[in-house]
């Protein structure tokens, strides 16, 4: 229930997403694995998976409301540095670990046994005699523990078998052969962690889970669907997952349909996913790089089931496979788990056949010229793209380089601060910055760098001003603080190991798989200490030039593998595609006889009949679940203790964080006038990136990265229950070690009142970044742009975030770039009244979290801090707000090939009165009826619903989904689906466990404390808490039922917002004519 509330305030922080992402978001898309799920908790969260990696996205997302370190970085150094979460306990790591003789008997040898002082944990690395499969086995104090299996999987060819194989697996197995043992999973277990990702050259299974019971269920479901598949005997799974013909007439028009066929349909409707796919294979035109592991649309109907068949029984193999193990639990029990699955194989020459090949180096640089969807009208002169991509070297990198090019990489480019893109932005030739810096995920790195919104005539100018910056900072090498600044972000975040929702042990494997794939040592990612020690010696003793100046020019100045990719907007591609497609449907069709007519009919309605059949209550029953009996019946708790100081009310988390002060000062923004909200963003963004009298950004950011370990600040709005005000403030979140509290504070007094809204040039720079980035949202994940266009015809609240977040907010940024060079005044004074009304002592509250001992150690330095806030003498004028959007049918229309389709109603204004039970039944929606009809025979990558309990709000969404119309009929269908709804007791209680699952979710303290705050100002109590709980606990089916007569109300009432292709849209409007008001959104 927390969970939503978070997420609900993360997607109205588009500032701090933005710092951390731009900088990243073409590395991002590239490396991005494709994921098998889009998580319903995190849809409104995570914009667009495919667009981030989670090893960027993924490994913190607490970071998107934290302005730490790029993402660049993290992947160096995201590493435990220390157990926070749990401070070490009996016994000591030292003695964890399986012993040898059990090793020795199960069939395992031991081939090194370590002590990993970064991570606190001993690692034992293992080859499974008979097989040759390597396990690591990792063991330490976490109770959050992590198992993965990685196969390496190259492809040929660009029609998507490793992807479209990481879904089909999850369909059935030998021990589990029901439709889908993994939404079971999902439905009914405490997982902390659940999903699959296909990287370019590798496929990994994680699970992770705190509950050891469970955490051993979910290890062997996923073994079994690994090795023991249904997927290579029924190409029916292959049909649903990879693509199919269907064809619900023989009069009608035959279609392409498939879960991962839509997936990529929508990864390839946005350009910054075209550019990654672009370059990589352009970089890479020799290996297996140089085709797309995900899927190219065009290519996948090419894939054969003998192919995908054979592609399995290849790769998914023992001796091709590396196995992860991590935690608190048992270490013999883990290799008796998997003697049990290993022994049954025989030694294969997988690994040899599934090595990657380097790619040679070119001995001249190369140019390609790719075309991206954009919308007609457009002014398209000024929407190229530009990047320069150098593949680093023809072998992989030592660490100890690595190192340094990571740290390089965070000087260039890690802040708004960083020269190379602070350059490249300020030239105003472009408006975002692309390519992500330095990318190492795969065996060869590489660096790539460029910006898009460029006119035609300044593309040469973008390039050269890409090498004559690196040529300066070549020769003139880096400030000192900003290299001080750099190293105390890079060890603070180490040291803080914060991995966020990500569960730590993931992080870890992740970071070791990335060499242990290429057959190097999977220990040495993970001893970092030493080599960076080294790094910061270096730099002391020889000046940071001479470390960086031979990097930049050996790497990229003089290096001749350089790719550089342009990207043209092309208004007719979309189009083109389609008449493709349709045409070769068309000609399939032709070459068709009645009989394969019929044939084909038949063939559509079994699959659909098929998956429309719900598994049986045995075959359900042998998925392990656990019992009510596992669950805690209390909530989780998070100390809290309010109190005041200076007359301002302090709530304080006595946890232990390692040391580390996390602090939220959080202001009322209920004064700050209507038509001023959106302009919040960018009074948030000016706060942190516009300087003060006394120092510019440059040096202001500086500070923050050598004092703390960051600072970020943004809007907070939700509805709260049963009140008519929505609850709005403006955090200002940092963290920094205790003893720089002081410095902590003083940064944020210096951020709140000594920055001045002078600099106009800069302000156009962030109007531009983002719209940009709104842009790019609107493409990719128009499912929360839909959600928020719903919720500001409903309520206040989603109101006030869609005016700061939504299609409203990308009209306010296009109207706005247009004023500032007429009324800069204006501008800048509306920034100070949006400061006046929200800067006060008497309209604050603080959140500390950190132990008790630091707790009353920061009490002076914060009482020095509210003493320096104004105190409001005059009451301001007071403010109400009543914006709501019309409550009319919406189509958003984007240059796009899939569809987002919402409809949403508030369950509240009808009369519902909030029970737990609402929280399982809408998981349950979301897991069964939305998965199998939006989903499964729809053909979306997703459908999910969500209740936004605060506001009342029930919403319907689908995710890069080919239908429209169908979508709303499946919505409008729910309530027949409850009221017919049968369910026996065990269904009923993976239901609820699921639900605590989501309930108790895995937060590390900075995430506890804050949660806990959340619920402070939304008004939720431990009573209630305990009695949503209960009711959680206690839900019958005829909770459902009854749930049944509320959720009419979306039906009846409910408004619809559609983001969806022109060509869709018009489609619809032929079949319900005037449906939808449509409004442009690119
Ligand atoms: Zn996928």
Known sequence: MDRAILHRSLSCAPLACTKLLSCSSHRLVRRLPSLSYLPRQQHRLLQNLHNRSFLGTRLKPSISSLSVPSLNLKRHFSLPARAVASPLK?????????????????????????????????????????????????SNNDENKVFGIVFRTPPKDS????????????????????????????????????????????????????????????????????????????????????????????????????????????????????????????????????VDSGGDPQVIPKLTFEEFKDFHSKFYHPSNARIWFYGDDDSNERLRILSEYLDMFEASSAPHESRIKPQKLFAKPTRVIEKYPAAEGDDLEKKNMVCLNWLLDDKPLDLETELALGFLDHLML?????????????????????????????????????????????????????????????????????????MNTIEFSLRENNTGSFPRGLALMLRSIG????????????????????????????????????????YILNNTHLVT????????????????????????????????????????????????????????????????????????????????????????????????????????????????????????????EMGTKDMDFVQLNQLIGRKTGGISVYPLTSSVRGKENPCSHIVVRGKAMSNRTEDLFNLVNCILQDVQFTDQKRFKQ????????????????????????????????????????????????????????????????????????????????????????????????????????????????????????????????????????????????????????????????????????????????????????????????????????????????????LRELEMDNDTLTKAIIGTIGDVDSYQLPDAKGYSSMLRHLLGVTEDERKLRREEILTTSLKDFKEFAGVIEAVKDKGVVVAVASPDDVEAAHKERPNFFQTRKGL
């Open 90 to 138: 009996d016994p000591s790591p030292e003695a964890l670990g399986a012993d040898d003789e059990v090793a020795e008997k199960l069939g395992f040898e031991k081939v090194s046994d370590q002590f990993l002082d970064e991570c606190k944990s001993r690692a034992i690395l293992y080859k499974h005699k008979k097989t040759g499969a390597e396990i690591m086995s990792v």
């Open 766 to 977: 962030f109007v531009s970044q983002s719209k940009a980035r709104m842009e790019n949202r609107l493409r990719g994940s128009g499912h929360s742009v839909a959600a928020a266009r719903m919720d500001a015809k409903l309520n206040v609240a989603g109101w006030i975030s869609e005016q700061m977040g939504g299609v409203s907010y990308l009209e306010f940024l296009r109207s706005l770039e247009e004023k500032i060079d007429q009324d800069w005044d204006g501008i800048s004074s509306s920034l100070e009244e949006i400061r006046r009304s929200l800067l006060s002592r008497n309209r604050c509250l603080v959140n500390l979290t950190t132990d008790g001992n630091n707790l009353s150690k920061s009490e002076k330095y914060i009482s020095k801090f509210l003493d320096l806030l104004p105190t409001s003498a005059t009451p301001l004028e007071s403010v109400s707000w009543n914006g709501r959007l019309s409550a009319n049918h919406e189509a958003i229309i984007v240059p796009t090939q899939v569809n987002y389709v919402g409809k949403a109603a508030n369950l509240y204004d009808v009369g519902y009165e909030l029970k737990g039970s609402a929280y399982v039944i809408s998981k349950y929606i979301s897991n069964t009826w939305l998965w199998d009809r939006v989903r499964v025979s729809g053909g979306a990558y997703g459908g999910f619903c969500d209740f936004d309990t605060h506001s009342g709000v029930f919403s319907f969404l689908s995710y890069r989904d080919p239908n429209l119309l169908k979508t709303l009929d499946v919505y409008d269908a729910t309530s027949d689906f």
């Open 565 to 688: 990719v342009e990207m043209q907007p092309d208004p007719e591609k979309d189009s083109r595609d389609e008449a493709l497609e349709k045409e070769a449907l068309n000609k399939i069709k032709a070459s068709m006889t009645e009989e394969d007519l019929a044939e084909l009919t038949r063939a559509t309605q079994e699959l659909r009949l098929k998956q429309e059949t719900p598994d049986s209550p045995e075959a359900l029953k042998v998925v392990p679940c656990l019992s009510l009996n596992d669950i805690p019946k209390e909530p989780i708790s998070i100390p809290i203790e309010i109190g005041d100081i200076n007359g301002v009310k302090v709530l304080k988390h006595d946890l232990f964080t390692n040391d580390v002060l996390y602090a939220e000062v959080v202001f009322d923004m209920s004064l700050v006038k209507q038509e001023l909200l959106p302009l919040v963003p960018l009074f948030c963004q000016s706060l942190m």
């Open 414 to 486: 890690g802040t708004p601060a960083s020269p190379l893109r602070k350059i490249l932005l300020e030239s105003r030739l472009g408006e975002a910055i692309v390519g992500g810096g330095i990318e190492d995920e795969l065996l060869q790195p590489n660096f790539s760098i460029g910006l898009k919104g460029v006119s035609k005539e300044d593309i040469q100018k973008v390039e050269e001003l890409i090498i004559s910056t690196l040529k300066t900072l070549a020769e003139e090498g880096f400030d000192s603080d900003a290299v001080e600044a750099s």
């Open 515 to 554: 060499k242990w794939v290429y057959d190097m040592d999977p220990f040495e990612p993970l001893k970092y200490q030493k080599p960076l020690m080294a790094l910061k010696a270096r730099i002391a003793e020889e000046g940071s030039k001479s470390v960086f100046a031979p990097l930049i020019e050996k």
């Open 159 to 290: 029609t998507g078998i490793p992807h479209i194989l990481e879904h089909s697996v999850l369909c059935g197995s030998r021990k589990y052969p029901l439709k889908e043992p993994f939404v079971e999973l999902l439905k009914g277990s405490l997982h902390t962690f659940l999903n699959a990702f296909t990287y370019p050259d590798r496929t990994c299974y994680p699970v992770a889970s705190t509950n050891t019971k469970d955490f051993y269920n979910l290890v062997d479901v996923y073994l079994d669907a690994v090795f023991f598949p249904k997927c290579v005997e029924d190409s029916q799974t292959f049909q649903q997952e990879g693509w199919h013909y269907e064809l619900n007439d023989p009069t009608e028009d035959i279609t392409y349909k498939g879960v991962v066929f839509n997936e990529m349909k929508g990864v390839y409707s946005q350009p910054d996913n075209i550019l990654g796919r672009t370059t990589q294979q352009a970089l890479f035109p020799d290996n297996t790089y140089g």
